[in-house]
T-cell receptor, first 114, second 115 residues
């Protein structure tokens, strides 16, 4: 058990809809990351937060947004969903933003867009 | 920018045989390297990491990896695999101070251990 909690585990929704994925980081970790895993693109970094502030942005679409709250949990919002957004979305956390701070991953949320 | 190439998408082996999963990276700055394992329906779990020092790194579950700067490689090895090692393995890099702790992952190698 990594200590990172993601909810829900599975989400099935229709095109055009909006969903929110939630992540609680490991106790003591200040940084949260979101990754998307799909068959054709592999593991893609979306966005990183540190102590409530956006730290880095990767291949995140404009239809997607995220935030980290004062209690350090994070939410990833996906809107105007398309079939291609179907994927496994992982949250990870780390203590700091230092390069030697390992990432701890949750079990992911599997999103299916129909 | 950094990148990671995992040279084999699938590696089938028999139980108790040795295995090597190959990883090459591309970066013009110093790198930190990681191997993660993903079991079915689970998240990624850290196997081992190279930050500095000895180029041979030992991890959990009997795995080890060797950092080779001249060949820009970080291959993962295990001398004798078990059925329970069947999983997907990801090599990842953190390169340069600007990347911080975020990682760039390879495409993954599916290791299948057959009886």
């Amino acid at each position: 058990d990594s200590g990172v909690t993601q909810t829900p585990k599975h989400l099935i929704t229709a095109t055009g809809q909006r969903v929110t994925l939630r992540c609680s980081p490991r106790s003591g970790d200040l940084s949260v990351y979101w990754y998307q895993q799909s068959l054709d693109q592999g593991l893609q970094f979306l966005i990183q937060y540190y102590n409530g502030e956006e730290r880095a942005k990767g291949n995140i679409l404009e239809r997607f947004s995220a935030q980290q709250f004062p209690d350090l949990h994070s939410e990833l919002n996906l809107s105007s969903l398309e079939l291609g957004d179907s994927a496994l979305y992982f949250c990870a956390s780390s203590f700091s933003t230092a390069r030697n701070s390992p990432l701890h991953f949750g079990n992911g949320t599997r999103l299916t867009v129909t | 920018a950094q990148s990671v190439t995992q040279l084999d998408s699938q590696v089938p082996v028999f139980e108790e045989a040795p295995v090597e999963l190959r990883c090459n990276y591309s970066s013009s700055v110093s790198v930190y390297l990681f191997w993660y394992v993903q079991y079915p329906n689970q998240g990624l779990q850290l196997l081992l990491k190279y930050l500095s020092g000895s180029t041979l790194v030992k991890g959990i579950n009997g795995f080890e990896a060797e950092f080779n700067k001249s060949q820009t490689s970080f291959h993962l090895r295990k001398p004798s695999v078990h059925i329970s090692d069947t999983a997907e393995y990801f090599c990842a890099v953190s390169a340069g101070e600007t990347s911080g702790s975020r990682l760039t992952f390879g495409e993954g190698t599916q290791l299948t251990v057959n009886p």
